[in-house]
Protein backbone atom coordinates (compact mmCIF):
# COMPACT_ATOMS: atom_id res chain seq x y z
CA UNK A 1 0.00 0.00 0.00
CA UNK A 2 1.85 3.05 -1.03
CA UNK A 3 1.46 6.56 -1.08
CA UNK A 4 -0.98 7.54 -4.18
CA UNK A 5 -2.40 10.75 -5.12
CA UNK A 6 -4.99 8.78 -7.23
CA UNK A 7 -8.90 9.71 -6.94
CA UNK A 8 -9.95 5.81 -8.21
CA UNK A 9 -11.68 3.82 -5.49
CA UNK A 10 -8.94 1.02 -6.47
CA UNK A 11 -6.27 2.92 -4.47
CA UNK A 12 -8.68 2.22 -0.76
CA UNK A 13 -6.63 -0.63 0.89
CA UNK A 14 -8.95 -4.00 1.83
CA UNK A 15 -10.41 -3.89 5.16
CA UNK A 16 -7.84 -7.37 5.77
CA UNK A 17 -5.08 -5.86 4.39
CA UNK A 18 -4.71 -2.76 6.94
CA UNK A 19 -5.40 -5.46 9.58
CA UNK A 20 -2.76 -7.49 8.37
CA UNK A 21 0.25 -4.20 9.00
CA UNK A 22 2.16 -4.99 11.73
CA UNK A 23 0.91 -1.53 13.04
CA UNK A 24 -2.44 -2.29 13.42
CA UNK A 25 -1.57 -5.69 14.71
CA UNK A 26 -0.60 -3.87 17.77
CA UNK A 27 -3.76 -1.63 17.97
CA UNK A 28 -5.36 -5.13 17.83
CA UNK A 29 -3.55 -6.58 20.84
CA UNK A 30 -4.26 -3.28 22.95
CA UNK A 31 -7.98 -2.42 21.82
CA UNK A 32 -9.39 -6.23 20.52
CA UNK A 33 -9.69 -7.48 17.60
CA UNK A 34 -13.44 -6.43 17.06
CA UNK A 35 -13.46 -2.74 17.79
CA UNK A 36 -10.17 -2.60 15.82
CA UNK A 37 -11.80 -3.83 12.81
CA UNK A 38 -14.96 -1.40 13.65
CA UNK A 39 -12.52 1.36 13.72
CA UNK A 40 -10.44 0.41 10.19
CA UNK A 41 -13.82 0.13 8.49
CA UNK A 42 -14.89 3.23 9.48
CA UNK A 43 -11.50 4.84 8.50
CA UNK A 44 -11.49 3.39 5.61
CA UNK A 45 -15.42 4.99 4.99
CA UNK A 46 -14.48 8.34 5.37
CA UNK A 47 -11.03 7.92 3.29
CA UNK A 48 -12.94 6.34 0.59
CA UNK A 49 -15.75 9.57 1.03
CA UNK A 50 -12.54 11.97 1.01
CA UNK A 51 -10.89 10.72 -1.99
CA UNK A 52 -14.57 10.87 -4.13
CA UNK A 53 -14.59 14.24 -3.04
CA UNK A 54 -11.07 14.64 -4.19
CA UNK A 55 -9.87 16.23 -0.66
CA UNK A 56 -7.15 13.06 0.21
CA UNK A 57 -4.46 11.46 -0.83
CA UNK A 58 -3.85 7.88 1.07
CA UNK A 59 -1.40 7.27 2.88
CA UNK A 60 -0.81 4.41 5.13
CA UNK A 61 0.44 6.40 8.02
CA UNK A 62 -2.68 8.96 7.70
CA UNK A 63 -5.16 5.82 7.90
CA UNK A 64 -3.17 4.57 10.98
CA UNK A 65 -3.39 7.63 12.60
CA UNK A 66 -6.95 7.66 11.60
CA UNK A 67 -7.51 4.08 13.44
CA UNK A 68 -5.75 5.04 16.65
CA UNK A 69 -7.57 8.22 17.26
CA UNK A 70 -10.85 6.55 16.65
CA UNK A 71 -10.18 3.93 19.00
CA UNK A 72 -9.25 6.07 21.51
CA UNK A 73 -12.31 8.05 21.36
CA UNK A 74 -13.99 4.73 21.76
CA UNK A 75 -12.20 3.54 24.90
CA UNK A 76 -11.78 7.07 26.57
CA UNK A 77 -14.90 7.32 28.85
CA UNK A 78 -17.34 10.28 27.97
CA UNK A 79 -17.81 10.99 32.09
CA UNK A 80 -15.06 12.31 33.03
CA UNK A 81 -13.99 14.50 36.26
CA UNK A 82 -13.92 18.20 35.48
CA UNK A 83 -12.74 21.59 37.57
CA UNK A 84 -16.10 23.20 39.17
CA UNK A 85 -15.00 26.54 38.83
CA UNK A 86 -18.26 28.08 38.20
CA UNK A 87 -19.01 29.22 41.64
CA UNK A 88 -21.87 27.04 42.13
CA UNK A 89 -20.69 24.44 44.70
CA UNK A 90 -23.19 21.90 44.53
CA UNK A 91 -23.91 22.16 40.82
CA UNK A 92 -26.34 19.18 39.11
CA UNK A 93 -25.18 19.12 35.96
CA UNK A 94 -21.61 18.58 37.25
CA UNK A 95 -22.08 15.97 39.74
CA UNK A 96 -23.43 17.95 42.80
CA UNK A 97 -21.66 16.97 46.41
CA UNK A 98 -17.78 15.50 46.06
CA UNK A 99 -17.68 12.70 48.27
CA UNK A 100 -14.89 12.11 50.79
CA UNK A 101 -12.57 9.30 50.92
CA UNK A 102 -14.30 7.89 53.65
CA UNK A 103 -17.42 7.08 51.27
CA UNK A 104 -14.74 6.18 48.15
CA UNK A 105 -13.19 3.68 50.13
CA UNK A 106 -16.49 2.20 51.81
CA UNK A 107 -17.82 1.73 48.11
CA UNK A 108 -14.79 -0.36 47.01
CA UNK A 109 -14.96 -2.43 49.86
CA UNK A 110 -18.47 -3.86 48.92
CA UNK A 111 -18.41 -3.17 44.86
CA UNK A 112 -15.88 -5.85 44.20
CA UNK A 113 -17.89 -8.70 45.77
CA UNK A 114 -20.47 -10.65 47.97
CA UNK A 115 -21.81 -8.67 51.04
CA UNK A 116 -24.92 -8.67 53.60
CA UNK A 117 -26.87 -5.70 51.32
CA UNK A 118 -29.86 -8.03 52.35
CA UNK A 119 -29.29 -11.08 54.77
CA UNK A 120 -29.24 -11.02 58.17
CA UNK A 121 -25.84 -12.41 59.77
CA UNK A 122 -27.62 -13.45 62.82
CA UNK A 123 -30.21 -15.46 61.87
CA UNK A 124 -28.83 -16.12 58.43
CA UNK A 125 -31.98 -15.08 56.81
CA UNK A 126 -33.02 -12.68 54.28
CA UNK A 127 -32.50 -9.27 55.57
CA UNK A 128 -33.99 -5.43 54.50
CA UNK A 129 -31.62 -3.26 53.13
CA UNK A 130 -32.51 -0.26 55.08
CA UNK A 131 -31.01 -1.95 57.98
CA UNK A 132 -27.83 -0.74 56.85
CA UNK A 133 -28.60 3.14 57.05
CA UNK A 134 -32.18 3.27 59.20
CA UNK A 135 -30.65 3.52 62.79
CA UNK A 136 -27.95 5.99 61.51
CA UNK A 137 -30.79 8.21 59.81
CA UNK A 138 -32.59 8.14 63.16
CA UNK A 139 -29.65 8.95 65.83
CA UNK A 140 -28.96 12.15 63.20
CA UNK A 141 -32.88 13.13 62.52
CA UNK A 142 -34.91 12.12 65.77
CA UNK A 143 -36.86 10.07 63.39
CA UNK A 144 -39.06 6.77 64.11
CA UNK A 145 -38.08 5.17 61.26
CA UNK A 146 -37.19 5.54 57.65
CA UNK A 147 -35.93 4.03 54.06
CA UNK A 148 -34.08 5.15 51.42
CA UNK A 149 -34.38 5.35 47.87
CA UNK A 150 -32.95 6.40 44.55
CA UNK A 151 -33.27 10.39 44.73
CA UNK A 152 -35.51 12.90 46.71
CA UNK A 153 -37.80 13.06 43.31
CA UNK A 154 -38.49 9.56 43.61
CA UNK A 155 -38.85 9.40 47.88
CA UNK A 156 -41.65 12.71 46.93
CA UNK A 157 -43.21 10.25 44.27
CA UNK A 158 -42.77 7.39 46.55
CA UNK A 159 -44.33 8.77 49.72
CA UNK A 160 -47.29 10.28 47.70
CA UNK A 161 -47.98 7.06 45.95
CA UNK A 162 -47.73 4.92 49.04
CA UNK A 163 -49.69 7.80 51.43
CA UNK A 164 -52.15 9.74 49.18
CA UNK A 165 -53.11 7.45 46.42
CA UNK A 166 -56.71 8.89 44.79
CA UNK A 167 -56.82 10.95 48.24
CA UNK A 168 -56.24 14.64 47.83
CA UNK A 169 -52.86 16.96 49.31
CA UNK A 170 -53.16 20.40 49.28
CA UNK A 171 -50.32 22.39 49.34
CA UNK A 172 -49.81 26.01 49.50
CA UNK A 173 -49.61 28.08 46.10
CA UNK A 174 -46.59 29.61 46.53
CA UNK A 175 -44.92 25.86 46.81
CA UNK A 176 -45.86 24.54 43.43
CA UNK A 177 -42.18 24.80 42.32
CA UNK A 178 -40.00 23.28 39.82
CA UNK A 179 -36.79 21.94 40.53
CA UNK A 180 -34.57 21.82 37.67
CA UNK A 181 -34.62 18.85 35.81
CA UNK A 182 -38.62 18.83 34.83
CA UNK A 183 -39.09 18.00 38.46
CA UNK A 184 -42.47 19.68 38.81
CA UNK A 185 -44.41 18.82 42.47
CA UNK A 186 -47.86 19.05 39.94
CA UNK A 187 -46.88 16.29 37.62
CA UNK A 188 -45.15 14.29 40.43
CA UNK A 189 -48.59 14.61 41.68
CA UNK A 190 -50.21 13.36 39.20
CA UNK A 191 -47.93 10.67 38.24
CA UNK A 192 -48.10 9.56 41.90
CA UNK A 193 -52.08 9.31 41.47
CA UNK A 194 -52.44 12.41 43.90
CA UNK A 195 -55.24 14.92 43.64
CA UNK A 196 -53.58 18.47 44.18
CA UNK A 197 -55.58 21.39 45.72
CA UNK A 198 -54.05 24.33 45.54
CA UNK A 199 -54.45 26.40 48.50
CA UNK A 200 -53.90 30.37 49.36
CA UNK A 201 -51.87 32.35 46.81
CA UNK A 202 -49.05 32.62 44.90
CA UNK A 203 -47.12 35.33 48.00
CA UNK A 204 -49.56 34.67 50.86
CA UNK A 205 -50.80 31.72 52.56
CA UNK A 206 -52.54 30.91 55.83
CA UNK A 207 -53.51 28.67 58.37
CA UNK A 208 -57.45 28.97 57.42
CA UNK A 209 -56.56 28.31 53.78
CA UNK A 210 -55.49 24.75 54.75
CA UNK A 211 -58.08 23.93 57.21
CA UNK A 212 -60.71 24.69 54.67
CA UNK A 213 -59.18 22.42 52.33
CA UNK A 214 -59.40 19.67 54.62
CA UNK A 215 -62.32 17.19 53.68
CA UNK A 216 -62.55 13.23 54.03
CA UNK A 217 -60.75 12.76 50.96
CA UNK A 218 -57.60 14.49 52.33
CA UNK A 219 -54.89 12.09 53.31
CA UNK A 220 -52.01 14.53 54.45
CA UNK A 221 -50.62 18.29 54.27
CA UNK A 222 -48.30 18.68 52.54
CA UNK A 223 -45.19 21.71 52.73
CA UNK A 224 -42.37 21.95 49.97
CA UNK A 225 -38.91 23.52 50.47
CA UNK A 226 -39.24 26.20 47.80
CA UNK A 227 -36.02 25.52 46.67
CA UNK A 228 -34.53 27.56 44.26
CA UNK A 229 -36.67 30.74 44.14
CA UNK A 230 -37.61 32.86 46.81
CA UNK A 231 -41.09 35.21 47.23
CA UNK A 232 -40.05 38.32 48.93
CA UNK A 233 -42.39 41.82 50.15
CA UNK A 234 -45.83 41.33 51.30
CA UNK A 235 -46.02 36.87 51.96
CA UNK A 236 -46.96 34.81 54.54
CA UNK A 237 -46.35 31.12 54.96
CA UNK A 238 -47.84 28.98 57.39
CA UNK A 239 -45.35 28.10 60.05
CA UNK A 240 -44.60 24.27 59.98
CA UNK A 241 -45.92 23.73 63.86
CA UNK A 242 -49.11 24.72 62.75
CA UNK A 243 -49.51 22.82 60.19
CA UNK A 244 -48.32 19.93 61.95
CA UNK A 245 -51.13 20.63 64.76
CA UNK A 246 -53.93 21.37 62.65
CA UNK A 247 -53.03 18.61 60.26
CA UNK A 248 -53.08 15.93 63.35
CA UNK A 249 -56.57 17.64 64.93
CA UNK A 250 -58.17 16.90 61.42
CA UNK A 251 -56.42 13.30 61.68
CA UNK A 252 -54.41 13.24 58.53
CA UNK A 253 -50.65 13.57 58.19
CA UNK A 254 -48.13 16.46 57.86
CA UNK A 255 -45.19 15.81 55.16
CA UNK A 256 -42.45 18.09 53.85
CA UNK A 257 -40.22 17.88 51.20
CA UNK A 258 -37.12 19.65 52.06
CA UNK A 259 -35.64 19.13 49.07
CA UNK A 260 -31.55 20.00 50.17
CA UNK A 261 -31.95 19.13 53.82
CA UNK A 262 -29.85 19.83 56.64
CA UNK A 263 -28.24 17.31 59.25
CA UNK A 264 -26.16 20.12 61.12
CA UNK A 265 -26.86 23.87 62.00
CA UNK A 266 -25.40 25.73 58.88
CA UNK A 267 -24.57 28.96 60.99
CA UNK A 268 -22.10 27.28 62.96
CA UNK A 269 -20.23 26.99 59.98
CA UNK A 270 -20.51 30.52 58.95
CA UNK A 271 -23.30 30.19 56.46
CA UNK A 272 -26.68 31.38 56.04
CA UNK A 273 -29.74 29.75 58.52
CA UNK A 274 -31.78 26.38 56.74
CA UNK A 275 -33.93 24.48 58.91
CA UNK A 276 -32.48 21.25 59.60
CA UNK A 277 -34.30 17.77 59.14
CA UNK A 278 -34.03 17.15 63.04
CA UNK A 279 -35.94 20.67 63.62
CA UNK A 280 -38.26 19.46 60.99
CA UNK A 281 -39.21 16.78 62.74
CA UNK A 282 -39.73 17.87 66.36
CA UNK A 283 -42.03 20.31 64.79
CA UNK A 284 -44.68 17.96 64.26
CA UNK A 285 -43.47 16.86 60.32
CA UNK A 286 -44.84 12.77 60.42
CA UNK A 287 -42.62 12.43 57.29
CA UNK A 288 -40.04 14.12 55.73
CA UNK A 289 -37.54 13.64 52.67
CA UNK A 290 -34.38 15.60 51.37
CA UNK A 291 -31.72 14.57 48.78
CA UNK A 292 -28.37 12.63 49.39
CA UNK A 293 -26.11 14.80 47.21
CA UNK A 294 -27.19 17.93 47.88
CA UNK A 295 -26.53 19.90 51.51
CA UNK A 296 -25.75 16.14 52.95
CA UNK A 297 -22.87 15.92 50.64
CA UNK A 298 -23.16 12.30 49.91
CA UNK A 299 -24.37 10.16 47.04
CA UNK A 300 -27.35 10.83 45.02
CA UNK A 301 -30.21 9.31 47.05
CA UNK A 302 -33.72 10.15 48.76
CA UNK A 303 -33.90 9.88 52.43
CA UNK A 304 -37.43 9.17 53.73
CA UNK A 305 -37.94 9.57 57.32
CA UNK A 306 -40.27 10.00 59.92
CA UNK A 307 -43.17 8.07 61.72
CA UNK A 308 -42.87 4.28 61.93
CA UNK A 309 -46.44 3.23 61.21
CA UNK A 310 -46.08 5.81 57.59
CA UNK A 311 -42.48 4.52 56.79
CA UNK A 312 -43.68 0.83 57.29
CA UNK A 313 -46.75 1.35 54.34
CA UNK A 314 -44.24 3.47 52.29
CA UNK A 315 -41.77 0.52 52.46
CA UNK A 316 -44.79 -2.18 51.82
CA UNK A 317 -45.29 -0.25 48.62
CA UNK A 318 -44.45 -2.73 45.43
CA UNK A 319 -43.19 0.95 43.60
CA UNK A 320 -40.33 1.06 46.43
CA UNK A 321 -38.84 -2.04 44.41
CA UNK A 322 -38.64 0.20 41.63
CA UNK A 323 -36.85 3.25 43.25
CA UNK A 324 -34.25 0.98 45.58
CA UNK A 325 -30.65 1.89 46.17
CA UNK A 326 -27.48 -0.25 45.43
CA UNK A 327 -24.91 -1.46 47.58
CA UNK A 328 -22.35 1.11 46.87
CA UNK A 329 -24.87 3.86 47.78
CA UNK A 330 -25.35 2.19 51.18
CA UNK A 331 -22.00 1.92 51.72
CA UNK A 332 -21.16 5.62 50.79
CA UNK A 333 -23.98 7.22 53.11
CA UNK A 334 -23.43 5.19 55.52
CA UNK A 335 -19.84 6.12 55.38
CA UNK A 336 -21.23 9.64 55.26
CA UNK A 337 -23.49 9.48 58.41
CA UNK A 338 -20.48 8.63 60.13
CA UNK A 339 -18.92 11.50 60.09
CA UNK A 340 -22.30 13.19 60.77
CA UNK A 341 -21.65 11.31 63.95
CA UNK A 342 -18.27 13.66 64.50
CA UNK A 343 -19.91 17.51 64.24
CA UNK A 344 -16.55 18.72 65.58
CA UNK A 345 -14.28 17.37 62.12
CA UNK A 346 -17.21 17.50 60.12
CA UNK A 347 -16.33 20.62 58.44
CA UNK A 348 -12.77 19.27 57.75
CA UNK A 349 -13.68 15.71 56.09
CA UNK A 350 -16.90 16.20 54.41
CA UNK A 351 -15.93 18.04 51.04
CA UNK A 352 -19.29 19.87 50.15
CA UNK A 353 -19.04 21.28 54.28
CA UNK A 354 -15.53 22.43 53.60
CA UNK A 355 -15.88 23.67 50.61
CA UNK A 356 -18.97 26.02 51.67
CA UNK A 357 -17.47 27.14 54.47
CA UNK A 358 -14.42 28.42 52.58
CA UNK A 359 -13.26 31.85 53.66
CA UNK A 360 -12.93 34.41 50.97
CA UNK A 361 -8.88 34.85 52.11
CA UNK A 362 -8.03 31.41 51.53
CA UNK A 363 -9.72 31.17 47.95
CA UNK A 364 -8.42 34.34 47.14
CA UNK A 365 -4.51 32.98 47.92
CA UNK A 366 -5.55 30.13 45.65
CA UNK A 367 -6.08 32.29 42.95
CA UNK A 368 -3.51 35.01 43.40
CA UNK A 369 -1.10 31.36 43.28
CA UNK A 370 -2.78 30.75 39.54
CA UNK A 371 -3.18 34.24 37.94
CA UNK A 372 0.51 34.04 36.99
CA UNK A 373 1.13 31.31 35.60
CA UNK A 374 -1.95 31.67 33.97
CA UNK A 375 -1.33 35.23 32.98
CA UNK A 376 1.92 34.06 31.12
CA UNK A 377 0.50 31.20 29.32
CA UNK A 378 -2.63 33.73 27.46
CA UNK A 379 -1.81 35.60 24.76
CA UNK A 380 -1.34 39.27 24.90
CA UNK A 381 -4.88 39.82 24.02
CA UNK A 382 -5.93 38.72 27.60
CA UNK A 383 -6.02 40.04 31.01
CA UNK A 384 -6.14 37.96 34.18
CA UNK A 385 -6.68 39.08 37.65
CA UNK A 386 -7.84 38.30 40.60
CA UNK A 387 -11.60 39.61 41.60
CA UNK A 388 -14.23 39.33 44.39
CA UNK A 389 -16.87 37.00 43.18
CA UNK A 390 -19.88 35.74 45.15
CA UNK A 391 -20.15 31.75 44.83
CA UNK A 392 -23.92 29.90 45.63
CA UNK A 393 -24.20 26.80 47.58
CA UNK A 394 -26.43 25.82 44.70
CA UNK A 395 -29.01 22.28 43.85
CA UNK A 396 -31.64 24.78 45.33
CA UNK A 397 -30.27 25.53 48.74
CA UNK A 398 -30.91 28.73 50.24
CA UNK A 399 -31.54 29.97 46.57
CA UNK A 400 -31.02 33.77 47.24
CA UNK A 401 -27.73 33.50 49.80
CA UNK A 402 -24.18 34.13 48.80
CA UNK A 403 -21.43 33.52 49.88
CA UNK A 404 -17.79 35.76 49.51
CA UNK A 405 -15.41 34.15 47.22
CA UNK A 406 -12.77 34.96 45.03
CA UNK A 407 -12.32 34.40 41.18
CA UNK A 408 -9.67 34.76 38.66
CA UNK A 409 -11.09 36.95 35.46
CA UNK A 410 -9.86 36.49 32.27
CA UNK A 411 -10.84 39.38 30.03
CA UNK A 412 -10.24 39.80 26.02
CA UNK A 413 -8.45 43.06 25.75
CA UNK A 414 -10.15 43.78 22.21
CA UNK A 415 -12.20 46.98 23.35
CA UNK A 416 -15.48 46.40 21.61
CA UNK A 417 -15.00 44.00 18.75
CA UNK A 418 -14.72 40.54 19.03
CA UNK A 419 -14.60 40.39 22.56
CA UNK A 420 -17.52 37.47 22.49
CA UNK A 421 -16.11 35.29 20.23
CA UNK A 422 -12.47 35.14 22.28
CA UNK A 423 -14.28 34.40 25.05
CA UNK A 424 -16.12 31.64 23.74
CA UNK A 425 -12.99 30.10 21.91
CA UNK A 426 -11.08 30.65 25.57
CA UNK A 427 -14.08 28.90 27.22
CA UNK A 428 -13.59 26.25 24.71
CA UNK A 429 -10.23 25.93 24.76
CA UNK A 430 -10.59 25.17 28.87
CA UNK A 431 -13.55 22.83 27.96
CA UNK A 432 -11.00 20.74 25.74
CA UNK A 433 -8.01 20.64 29.08
CA UNK A 434 -7.50 16.36 30.18
CA UNK A 435 -9.37 17.80 33.20
CA UNK A 436 -11.87 20.44 31.61
CA UNK A 437 -11.95 23.62 33.68
CA UNK A 438 -15.35 24.74 33.87
CA UNK A 439 -16.04 28.79 34.29
CA UNK A 440 -19.00 31.18 33.24
CA UNK A 441 -18.81 34.48 31.41
CA UNK A 442 -20.10 37.55 33.05
CA UNK A 443 -19.55 40.90 31.90
CA UNK A 444 -17.20 40.50 29.17
CA UNK A 445 -14.83 38.06 31.04
CA UNK A 446 -14.48 34.43 31.74
CA UNK A 447 -14.73 33.79 35.65
CA UNK A 448 -13.14 31.17 37.13
CA UNK A 449 -14.72 31.12 41.30
CA UNK A 450 -11.50 29.40 43.07
CA UNK A 451 -14.19 28.20 45.61
CA UNK A 452 -13.91 24.58 44.83
CA UNK A 453 -9.85 24.48 43.62
CA UNK A 454 -9.00 23.25 46.84
CA UNK A 455 -4.86 23.36 47.27
CA UNK A 456 -4.86 19.50 47.00
CA UNK A 457 -5.59 19.79 43.55
CA UNK A 458 -3.85 23.27 42.31
CA UNK A 459 -0.82 21.63 41.03
CA UNK A 460 -3.17 19.03 38.59
CA UNK A 461 -4.69 22.30 37.92
CA UNK A 462 -1.45 24.30 37.22
CA UNK A 463 0.16 21.03 35.00
CA UNK A 464 -2.58 21.31 32.61
CA UNK A 465 -2.39 25.31 31.96
CA UNK A 466 0.09 24.47 29.09
CA UNK A 467 -1.98 22.62 27.45
CA UNK A 468 -4.73 25.63 26.62
CA UNK A 469 -4.67 26.12 22.84
CA UNK A 470 -6.55 29.26 22.12
CA UNK A 471 -4.94 28.55 18.13
C1 LIG B 1 -33.85 18.95 44.68
C2 LIG B 1 -35.25 18.82 45.12
C3 LIG B 1 -36.00 17.69 44.76
C4 LIG B 1 -35.44 16.61 43.89
O1 LIG B 1 -34.38 15.97 44.55
P1 LIG B 1 -33.40 15.00 43.72
O2 LIG B 1 -32.55 14.37 44.79
O3 LIG B 1 -32.65 15.88 42.78
O4 LIG B 1 -34.23 14.01 43.01
C5 LIG B 1 -37.29 17.61 45.23
N1 LIG B 1 -37.83 18.57 46.00
C6 LIG B 1 -37.13 19.68 46.36
C7 LIG B 1 -37.80 20.71 47.19
C8 LIG B 1 -35.81 19.83 45.94
O5 LIG B 1 -35.11 20.91 46.29
Known amino acids: MSKTTSSSRQSIPAVHRVLDLPAVQVLSLEFGRELTTNAVRKVLADTREAVANGQEEVDEAKIVAGILRFLKSLVTPSLKPVFNLTGTVLHTNLG ?5 PEAIEAMNIVAAGASNLEYDL ?9 SHLESWICRLTGAEAATVVNNNAAAVLLVLNSLANRREVPVSRGELVEIGGAFRIPDIMKRAGSKLVEVG ?7 KDFAEAINSKTSMLMKIHTSNYAVEGFTATVPEQDLATLAHQRDVAFVVDLGSGTLVDLTAHGLPP ?27 AGIIAGRADL ?13 RIDKMTIAALAA ?21 SRTREDIEATAQRLCDPLANKLPDGFDVAVVDCLSQIGSGALPVDVLPSAALSLTPRTGKRGGGTKLKRLAAALRALPVPVIGHIKDGAYVLDMRCLEQTDEARFANQIELIDLS
Open 201 to 207: TTNRTHL
Open 96 to 100: RAPMP
Open 311 to 323: IAKIKKNPIKRAL
Open 336 to 356: IFRLYADKDRLAQRLPSLRLL
Open 274 to 300: EQTVAETISQGADVVTFSGDKLLGGPQ
Open 122 to 130: ATGKRGDRD
